[in-house]
Every structure is written in C-alpha cells, then in structure tokens.
C-alpha cells in the first residue's frame, strides 16, 4: 500500500521511534530503525514499517528517541510507521531483554532473533483481522481472563469476558488436589524443595520415576497459588508434544478449561501458531508445552520453566541463532523470576557439573528421585553385554538374543530391537573393483534403500535407481556394507519365520499365527499422522517386534515391552565428538526406559547390548545404571582437556565454492585478530585468553556440492570469549572481501556448539 509515500510533515507533534526490524544481512544497518509516528508508542508495541520496497513487521524497541538528539539522523530520510498493531498488548521489557541478550550472546543482531521469534502470520495480518482473531480467541477462553497489571495497561484484546465465573482459589485447590495422584516419597521430597528454594533445579530421575508428575504438580500449585501465573514446560521433540499434552489437558482442564493449556512447535499451521501464541502473550493459556522455540514465548505471568529431557541435543538450534533453548530458559527465569526445572535421567554434563555442591560453585540445585514408581515390581530392566568377539563371526544378531527374543514372543511380550541407521545398507560396493557408492555432491555415501530400490544421499537427499551392475565395471554382484534398520527388519523376519506366537490355532493358521514384525524411522514415518498410527499399533499389541532408530527410544510409553536391544552401539564410539560417549550412554539408558513400564511385567525385563568391547565405560556404568560415576569420570577426562564446561568453545563455520576459500576466509579473520586486534587499546589482554585453532575441514566435508570449513575458539573465560566475539564480527564481514576468499558462500558463528 502507499504507506511509505505518506509524510504526515503537516503534524508539528510527532515522535521518533526506534523500531527495531529484521533488516537484510548484507544491508549493513543495524536492525534498529528510526520511524515516525504522530504520537509516543510504549516500548514493545508491534508495527509495520516500510524497509526499502517491502512493508515489515517491527517492535517499537526503546521509548522514544529524542530528535534533537537523533542528529545524525536526515529527518527527510525518516519514514512513517504504517500501522499499529494496537490490538495486540506491547511485548513485556523483560521479553525484549530475553531477545536482545540471545542476539548478543549467540552473535546474531536482535531484528532476526525477535522476528524469528514471533509467530509468522503477525507478519500477515492487519490490525483488524487480528483484532478480530483475538476476540474469537478471548471468547473460546471464555471464563479466564487475563487482567491488565503494571504497566501493561494498554487495551487489552477485545472485549473482555465477565469474570464471574472466575473460582476461589481454596475450590481451585480441592479440585486440583483431587486430580492428582498421591506422590512418593521422593515426589514429595523434591516438590518441597522445588516449593522453598529458588532453583535452577537440576531434577535428575530415573526413567518412569515420576518426573512428569512433579512438573504436573509443580504447576498446579503454581496455577492455584496465583491467579495470573503461567508455566512454560518443554519438551525435545515435536513428537512428544500430543502425548504431553494430552496428559496436560486431561489434569488441567478440567478446572482451568480446555484453552488453559495450548501448544507451540514448528509442526503446527501458521493459525495455530498465532492462536496459541496470543493465548500465552495475552495470559488466557496458563500452560505452554512446546520445543525449543517456545522457550521465546511471550508469557506475561512467567513463574516456572520446565525443561525436561535437558540432555537433549534438539535444544540447540542448528540454524540462524544457534541458540540452546535450555540455556537461555535458565537465563529467562533469572531474568523474570521464574523457577526454572531442568529434568533428565542422564543429565548433560553441564548442568550435572552445575549441580554440584554449592559450596563447591555450583549454582543449581540438584535434585535426585532414583526409584521407579512402584518399586518392587519396576526395578530398572537388567543389562546384559553380549560379547560380540565370542560371537559366531558376521552375526547380526547374536544366537543368545534371538533365542531371548522368541521366548519374549512365546510369552506374548513384546521386543525393541534399536538401531541408529535407517535403510538397507549404509553403503554399497563391488569387490571387483572397488567401486562404491558414493555421492557425487557430498562426502558421503549414499544408502542403499531396498523398499523403493534407491541409492539415497542422507545428506544431499540426492537419490537415483539402484543401478543392476556395478557402474564401474559392469558387475551384477554388487555387495551390501553395513546394515541399517530395514536389513534388521527383514533378517528377523527370516529368522523368527518359524516361531509362533501363542494363541488359540485357527483353521487358516493351525500352529498359531507367525510374528508380527513392524519398523519405525524416518523413512516409514514420512506422512503427517503416520508415527502417531504406528505407536498406536505398537500399544494396541499389534506389533511383537519393533524395529527402528532413536526416534523411538525416546520418551513413548510402551507398556509391553520387555526387552530392548541395541544390534550395533559400538559405532557411536568411533565418533571423533567429545560428547559421542555420552550421548550415546544418555541414549542406551532412555532406550532401557522403553522396557519394564508395565509393572506386571517390569520385573523380568531386559536391555541388549551387543558390542565388541564389553568393558568400555559407558557399557560399564549403563549395567549398574550408574550415571553419577559415568559424569564423574567424563568430567574428569573433560577438565584434563581442557573441555567444556572447563572451557567455552565457538565455532566460525565457512560454506564456499573450494575448501581453499573456506579455509582462507577462517585463517584470514584470524590472523587479524593476532596482527591487528591486538593493537587495538586494552584488546592485547581479551586475545591472550582467547584461542584461535587454524581451520579445518568439517568432518562432512562437502554436502551438496558445498564445501566446509570450521575453526574453533576457545577461552577458560566466557565474558573473554564474549568480548572476543563481539568484536570480531566486524573482522570476519571485512575478511569477506579479501581476494583469497573468492567463493566465500556463507559464514556462521556457533556460540557452545554441541558437536565438533
Ligand atoms: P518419568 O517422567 O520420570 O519417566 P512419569 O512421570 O512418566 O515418569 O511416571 C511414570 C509412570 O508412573 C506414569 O505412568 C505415571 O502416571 C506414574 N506415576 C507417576 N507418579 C505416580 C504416583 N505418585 N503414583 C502413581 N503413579 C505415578
Ligand atoms: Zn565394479
Ligand atoms: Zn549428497
């Protein structure tokens, strides 16, 4: 619309006002903005503003800018804001600090952060229309009404509901009290703790131990204690959001109605997202469960964050600012004073070495609930190794665990069989010679998938037929190396063809009905509803051996379960990531945690692991389940190395046209830092504790056709790392333009990356 061409110049009282917007990375302005406006907006306030040609949403960042002051600034130049989004109350200062200490500490600016932040269609939607989403929004609400406090008086989103049938708090209590189960011992213990300390609390609990009850109950004594709190609970994937939030709904809804508790992940429709949204910013959804992203949720009444399975690597954002949504959750409740409940069973090595003794540093509280619930019959499932070097030579799955699988079948049980590799064959290749099948644009193979005969390209998604003979010789026996979930489905089929399961014979079936096999992976769940239907038939009984990747070691109840089993664990150990040996261990114990979770049963479950060096650490303390000496250990190797938490780590990663240019770009901004930020006044000191390691090629070398570089920084201070990094921004945008970049794509910081 003619919005940017409209002066309203004839106004002698009209105000500047520092907008901020998400401006184009190459457009060397800040993301800060001056417009004009024909009064004062509160800080906070959402607008749309002209930037170049487009129209843009933008958050009125600061108070006013004095325009005397702005002298810089060509007041011909200023451009009019071309409508306020006046319906939606102003975001809370607290939240603009959230966002604008994230752009700083991950080194992106704040416009990209908080635009990334808000719900896409705010970009969309007019004042009006979303006047007109808020109200039915308010109306769907009904009885719970936020009521404008403090300086969030602004219009509140339409017409506000009668708030006669709001409940006493003492009724709310009784009704609460009544949903909820009776706790144990250590339930109660820890909930006491939570209830007088201030936290971070590092809640470490076995798997099935309750700790989803304690966030439940957490945050009902929260919702009755005060009328306006609200609680923000997250989880890793967007996989486990409808079976949270089902147990959510079922406990909150009842008192505090089916809008109390709203959801907020990427798998949603741009609608919802903005529902859910303006249901958490405006304080009629009292609960928002969510992933990563919601730990930016605009939550007026903010009382307590629960992050739970904090370990979880999908925290970390891979793309844009590379936040870790964990991080930035305790940074969020010391900021808003809200308690802050971090859950794992193998906790990250950070936070566990956080939650050491106080009155050795730490800073977060810890928190131990170590028995299953209903202990007696629910032990935690007994590890056996199988020592795979006494083992039949090229055996998949040993002799001892098929026989432990087909009695589980005879007994009606059901199996998990767990490997971290989807498709046939992780490769294939010709003995004659040498041919293998590699991807043309990336360092990698491509896997072999059999269901749809495709040489797939896991990295590229390139995928082509899978060619009759061998491309480079022409012969018709090409071999399989390595195997993935789909061999592993279809060499148990083979080998449990003969077993029967129990169970009346009928006339079709005399000797009992064969095994139901069944797979679960990224390849069989590629449809929107699939894996929920999958997990459905797995809890209906419909399936006695599931094979599939860690999508399925994580979080999901399977009742009947009594034995897991992990083929090939061994080669996460090979990994050259420091952090290999303890996601793999956080890995194995959730995937136990899938076994025993019927109490009936729990007793004679079993875990499998199959490995070559049965003595290794992380086999060690997984048999005894024993996390705290497996940390301790980890931890002891880490500060020996000088490694995270010891030290805090960044990494610059540069995509180009030639590994060369990667390389040159990384090697020239550091080398800049030595020979010329150095010079700078007081800057000799920050770089002494600084460490530039020259750059390397990534461990994926090419993807795509594109070629990759990293180098790491490190310092044993944060704010030195910090400062360092703040300032050398500038010095990698200059060190674009020096020649021996040509071909330079791209470049990215990664504030504590999680793998390198
Ligand atoms: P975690 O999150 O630690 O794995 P959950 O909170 O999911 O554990 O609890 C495991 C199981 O035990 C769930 O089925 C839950 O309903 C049940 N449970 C939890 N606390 C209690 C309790 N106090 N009394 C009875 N059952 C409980
Ligand atoms: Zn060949
Ligand atoms: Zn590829």
Same mark, same amino acid.
């Given at each position: 619309?003619?919005?940017?061409?409209?002066?309203?110049?004839?106004?002698?009282?009209?105000?500047?006002?520092?907008?901020?917007?998400?401006?184009?990375?190459?457009?060397?302005?800040?993301?800060?903005?001056?417009?004009?406006?024909?009064?004062?907006?509160?800080?906070?306030?959402?607008?749309?503003?002209?930037?170049?040609?487009?129209?843009?949403?933008?958050?009125?960042?600061?108070?006013?800018?004095?325009?005397?002051?702005?002298?810089?600034?060509?007041?011909?130049?200023?451009?009019?804001?071309?409508?306020?989004?006046?319906?939606?109350?102003?975001?809370?200062?607290?939240?603009?600090?959230?966002?604008?200490?994230?752009?700083?500490?991950?080194?992106?600016?704040?416009?990209?952060?908080?635009?990334?932040?808000?719900?896409?269609?705010?970009?969309?939607?007019?004042?009006?229309?979303?006047?007109?989403?808020?109200?039915?929004?308010?109306?769907?609400?009904?009885?719970?009404?936020?009521?404008?406090?403090?300086?969030?008086?602004?219009?509140?989103?339409?017409?506000?509901?009668?708030?006669?049938?709001?409940?006493?708090?003492?009724?709310?209590?009784?009704?609460?009290?009544?949903?909820?189960?009776?706790?144990?011992?250590?339930?109660?213990?820890?909930?006491?703790?939570?209830?007088?300390?201030?936290?971070?609390?590092?809640?470490?609990?076995?798997?099935?131990?309750?700790?989803?009850?304690?966030?439940?109950?957490?945050?009902?004594?929260?919702?009755?204690?005060?009328?306006?709190?609200?609680?923000?609970?997250? @989880?890793?994937?967007?996989?486990? =959001? $409808?079976? %949270? *939030?089902?147990? /959510?709904?079922? !406990?909150? &809804?009842?008192?505090? +109605?089916?809008?109390?508790?709203?959801?907020?992940?990427?798998?949603?429709?741009?609608?919802?997202?903005?529902?859910?949204?303006?249901?958490?910013?405006?304080?009629?959804?009292?609960?928002?469960?969510?992933?990563?992203?919601?730990?930016?949720?605009?939550?007026?009444?903010?009382?307590?964050?629960?992050?739970?399975?904090?370990?979880?690597?999908?925290?970390?954002?891979?793309?844009?600012?590379?936040?870790?949504?964990?991080?930035?959750?305790?940074?969020?409740?010391?900021?808003?004073?809200?308690? @802050?409940?971090?859950?794992?069973? =193998? $906790?990250? %090595? *950070?936070?566990? /070495?956080?939650? !050491?003794? &106080?009155?050795?540093? +730490?800073?977060?509280?810890?928190?131990?609930?170590?028995?299953?619930?209903?202990?007696?019959?629910?032990?935690?499932?007994?590890?056996?190794?199988?020592?795979?070097?006494?083992?039949?030579?090229?055996?998949?799955?040993?002799?001892?665990?098929?026989?432990?699988?087909?009695?589980?079948?005879?007994?009606?049980?059901?199996?998990?069989?767990?490997?971290?590799?989807?498709?046939?064959?992780?490769?294939?290749?010709?003995?004659?010679?040498?041919?293998?099948?590699?991807?043309?644009?990336?360092?990698?193979?491509?896997?072999?998938?059999?269901?749809?005969?495709?040489?797939?390209?896991?990295?590229?998604?390139?995928?082509?037929?899978?060619?009759?003979?061998?491309?480079?010789?022409?012969?018709?026996?090409?071999?399989?190396?390595?195997?993935?979930?789909?061999?592993?489905?279809?060499?148990?089929?083979?080998?449990?063809?003969?077993?029967?399961?129990?169970?009346?014979?009928?006339?079709?079936?005399?000797?009992?009905?064969?095994?139901?096999?069944?797979?679960?992976?990224?390849?069989?769940?590629?449809?929107?509803?699939?894996?929920?239907?999958?997990?459905?038939?797995?809890?209906?009984?419909?399936?006695?051996?599931?094979?599939?990747?860690?999508?399925?070691?994580?979080?999901?109840?399977?009742?009947?379960?009594?034995?897991?089993?992990?083929?090939?664990?061994?080669?996460?150990?090979?990994?050259?990531?420091?952090?290999?040996?303890?996601?793999?261990?956080?890995?194995?114990?959730?995937?136990?945690?899938?076994?025993?979770?019927?109490?009936?049963?729990?007793?004679?479950?079993?875990?499998?692991?199959?490995?070559?060096?049965?003595?290794?650490?992380?086999?060690?303390?997984?048999?005894?389940?024993?996390?705290?000496?497996?940390?301790?250990?980890?931890?002891?190797?880490?500060?020996?190395?000088?490694?995270?938490?010891?030290?805090?780590?960044?990494?610059?990663?540069?995509?180009?046209?030639?590994?060369?240019?990667?390389?040159?770009?990384?090697?020239?901004?550091?080398?800049?830092?030595?020979?010329?930020?150095?010079?700078?006044?007081?800057?000799?000191?920050?770089?002494?504790?600084?460490?530039?390691?020259?750059?390397?090629?990534?461990?994926?070398?090419?993807?795509?056709?594109?070629?990759?570089?990293?180098?790491?920084?490190?310092?044993?201070?944060?704010?030195?790392?910090?400062?360092?990094?703040?300032?050398?921004?500038?010095?990698?945008?200059?060190?674009?333009?020096?020649?021996?970049?040509?071909?330079?794509?791209?470049?990215?910081?990664?504030?504590?990356?999680?793998?390198?």
């Amino acid at each position: 619309m003619a919005c940017g061409g409209v002066r309203r110049t004839g106004l002698a009282m009209s105000a500047w006002l520092p907008v901020l917007v998400h401006t184009p990375a190459y457009a060397s302005l800040g993301s800060v903005l001056t417009y004009r406006h024909r009064e004062v907006l509160p800080a906070g306030t959402l607008v749309r503003v002209p930037l170049g040609a487009r129209e843009t949403l933008g958050v009125v960042w600061d108070a006013a800018a004095d325009e005397e002051a702005s002298g810089e600034i060509d007041p011909s130049k200023v451009r009019d804001i071309c409508e306020v989004l006046d319906t939606v109350l102003p975001l809370a200062q607290a939240w603009q600090q959230l966002v604008r200490f994230a752009a700083r500490y991950y080194q992106r600016s704040a416009g990209e952060v908080a635009l990334a932040a808000l719900p896409p269609q705010l970009r969309e939607l007019s004042s009006l229309q979303l006047q007109r989403k808020a109200a039915r929004l308010q109306k769907a609400l009904g009885l719970q009404t936020p009521t404008a406090k403090g300086s969030r008086t602004r219009k509140v989103v339409a017409e506000e509901a009668s708030t006669d049938t709001a409940q006493s708090p003492t009724h709310a209590q009784a009704r609460a009290q009544a949903s909820s189960k009776a706790l144990s011992a250590e339930q109660t213990e820890v909930l006491a703790q939570i209830e007088t300390h201030s936290g971070p609390f590092l809640l470490f609990g076995a798997t099935g131990s309750g700790k989803t009850e304690v966030y439940l109950q957490a945050v009902e004594q929260l919702l009755a204690r005060e009328p306006q709190a609200q609680a923000l609970v997250m @989880v890793p994937e967007i996989n486990l =959001t $409808p079976q %949270l *939030e089902a147990r /959510f709904v079922e !406990r909150f &809804a009842p008192q505090w +109605g089916p809008q109390s508790v709203v959801s907020l992940h990427s798998g949603m429709t741009p609608a919802q997202r903005l529902s859910a949204w303006l249901a958490a910013h405006q304080g009629g959804a009292r609960i928002v469960l969510g992933t990563r992203m919601a730990v930016f949720a605009s939550m007026p009444g903010l009382r307590l964050i629960v992050v739970d399975e904090e370990h979880d690597p999908s925290y970390k954002s891979g793309e844009g600012a590379r936040y870790s949504a964990r991080d930035l959750a305790v940074y969020r409740g010391r900021l808003e004073g809200a308690k @802050v409940v971090l859950g794992s069973a =193998t $906790p990250s %090595l *950070e936070s566990w /070495f956080h939650s !050491r003794p &106080a009155s050795e540093g +730490g800073r977060y509280l810890r928190l131990h609930m170590p028995s299953r619930i209903g202990a007696a019959g629910r032990s935690l499932p007994l590890v056996r190794r199988v020592d795979m070097t006494h083992q039949p030579r090229n055996a998949v799955v040993s002799p001892p665990l098929l026989e432990a699988i087909k009695e589980r079948i005879a007994g009606g049980e059901q199996c998990l069989v767990f490997l971290n590799r989807r498709g046939y064959a992780p490769v294939l290749h010709c003995s004659d010679c040498g041919w293998k099948s590699a991807c043309g644009h990336c360092s990698a193979f491509r896997v072999f998938h059999k269901n749809d005969r495709t040489l797939r390209c896991h990295h590229c998604g390139h995928s082509d037929r899978v060619p009759r003979t061998c491309p480079g010789c022409g012969n018709p026996d090409i071999l399989t190396l390595g195997r993935g979930t789909e061999q592993i489905e279809e060499l148990l089929a083979t080998l449990l063809a003969d077993v029967r399961r129990p169970g009346t014979p009928t006339a079709e079936q005399p000797d009992g009905e064969p095994v139901r096999m069944g797979r679960i992976d990224a390849d069989t769940t590629r449809l929107k509803g699939s894996l929920q239907s999958q997990l459905a038939a797995v809890h209906a009984g419909d399936v006695d051996v599931l094979v599939g990747t860690q999508m399925i070691a994580k979080g999901h109840d399977f009742r009947r379960i009594t034995l897991v089993a992990a083929v090939n664990p061994d080669s996460a150990l090979f990994s050259s990531d420091f952090r290999a040996p303890e996601r793999l261990f956080s890995l194995l114990l959730q995937a136990a945690g899938r076994a025993g979770r019927d109490a009936a049963l729990g007793a004679h479950s079993e875990v499998w692991v199959q490995t070559f060096q049965p003595a290794h650490p992380v086999y060690a303390a997984l048999k005894n389940y024993d996390y705290p000496s497996f940390a301790h250990s980890q931890l002891q190797e880490r500060e020996q190395a000088g490694m995270p938490p010891f030290s805090y780590q960044a990494l610059v990663r540069a995509d180009a046209r030639s590994q060369e240019a990667a390389q040159a770009f990384l090697n020239t901004a550091r080398k800049r830092a030595t020979s010329e930020m150095v010079q700078w006044p007081g800057w000799a000191e920050v770089l002494e504790q600084v460490m530039l390691y020259p750059a390397v090629p990534m461990a994926m070398q090419r993807v795509a056709n594109v070629e990759r570089a990293q180098m790491l920084v490190e310092s044993a201070s944060r704010n030195a790392l910090q400062s360092f990094l703040v300032a050398w921004q500038e010095v990698l945008h200059a060190s674009r333009s020096d020649p021996a970049c040509k071909g330079l794509i791209r470049w990215a910081i990664d504030v504590d990356p999680l793998a390198i």
